[in-house]
């Protein structure tokens, strides 16, 4: 990792979008993913946090030049349904930056399209889970283990070997499996 790498992620600017199209799914919700994320980040006192949501109004206009204007160090998009053209658009902006950011992406939508979205951006960090519990466990020490032993694999860029349509198993289901067997959703191993 590069000296300038381990500054961006030592007190990084962080920009988190929840995406909206109207027309698809006009009912409201709460951006919970972003919401969480930009909690766990500020309880850190790490960096700045900004949150763009499309469906109080800004338009992806709107989120193309604050993340050129901006220059943030980390780019958080959640995506869910009929939400691909959207993506894509912002990815594709982000990563033609002089300075591309991290990207990372999450919600329905991108699980469900991690292939397609894998091959066009290699880069592209997949959170499969909740993305709080991992990220204040792996980065931040607050288990009070040292990092040397435990796993900071919170996110993975390899296609899960399970159908896109298979349900995550309950929590009484994880509960209840074998501890050698028991994966978290994220991809690390509990014991």
């Not at 919401?35 to 109004?57: N, Y």
């Amino acid at each position: 990792m590069t000296r300038d790498g381990a500054a961006r992620l030592l007190a990084p600017r962080a920009l988190l979008v929840a995406l909206y199209h109207p027309e698809h799914f006009p009912l409201p919700r709460f951006p919970l993913g972003i919401s969480d994320l930009a909690r766990a980040t500020r309880a850190t006192l790490l960096g700045q946090v900004e949150l763009m949501d499309l469906q109080p109004g800004w338009t992806l206009d709107d989120v193309l030049t604050r993340g050129a204007a901006a220059e943030p160090d980390i780019v958080g998009v959640s995506a869910t349904f009929e939400q691909h053209d959207l993506m894509t658009e912002l990815l594709d902006h982000l990563t033609t930056l002089h300075r591309p950011p991290m990207l990372a992406a999450g919600g329905s939508l991108t699980i469900r399209n991690e292939r397609l979205l894998l091959e066009r951006y290699p880069q592209l960090l997949i959170a499969r889970g909740a993305g709080e519990p991992p990220s204040r466990t792996s980065w931040h020490c607050d288990t009070g283990t040292s990092r040397s032993t435990k796993s900071t694999a919170s996110t993975t860029t390899t296609p899960t070997p399970t159908a896109p349509t298979t349900r995550a198993p309950s929590r009484a289901a994880r509960a209840a499996a074998p501890a050698k067997t028991r994966v978290a959703r994220t991809g690390t191993a509990r014991p």
